[in-house]
């Protein structure tokens, strides 16, 4: 597995995520298709500045053209100061191998090492058991239930937390 920056030509992947009613059922349904390539437009040049860290997920670094899902790190504002919040996605194909952990754990590696992030914040929703294994076994604290706003919809979700500078246990587990 291997992990590189979105581009411009990843749009197919997002429709395949973001706009599929199965692949959206615990963020509230799919979005809108026309939103997409705005969507990666705006992924990729949070990127290329660094202000966000969004990955495309390559099961098989052989085969570059294949994607597997997203995973990003980003920082934004709440009423109690800026987040830091992981979230990750891998299509149906692709489920059940591994790569969303991995692709977690890559990430909060390369968090750590670089000493960037802070605490880092996961809210996968309460229902989607998968989401909340990884944040489970990757060592995330739990915080609580809460209601949180993904894309103008208010979704129950969980809430995790991990120091990425201080994961160390991250490449033993």
Not at 37 to 52: F, G, I
Not at 143 to 161: K, P, S, Y
């Amino acid at each position: 597995m291997q992990l590189r920056n979105v581009q411009l030509d990843d749009v197919d992947a997002y429709v395949r995520m973001r706009c599929d009613p199965a692949m959206m059922a615990d963020l509230g349904g799919p979005l809108p298709r026309e939103d997409m390539e705005d969507k990666v437009r705006r992924d990729v040049h949070k990127a290329t500045a660094d202000r966000d860290w969004t990955k495309m997920i390559i099961p098989d670094p052989a085969a570059p053209e294949v994607v597997a899902g997203t995973v990003t790190i980003w920082s934004h504002d709440t009423e109690d100061g800026p987040m830091s919040e992981i979230g990750w996605m891998v299509l149906p194909e692709f489920q059940g191998r591994g790569l969303a952990k991995l692709a977690v754990r890559t990430l909060l590696e390369q968090a750590r090492d670089e000493d960037r992030w802070g605490l880092v914040h996961a809210f996968p929703a309460t229902s989607n058991g998968p989401s909340n294994g990884i944040c489970r076994s990757l060592g995330f604290q739990f915080i609580d239930e809460r209601n949180v706003t993904f894309a103008d919809r208010v979704l129950q979700a969980n809430h995790w937390a991990i120091s990425a500078s201080t994961a160390t246990a991250l490449t033993r587990r």
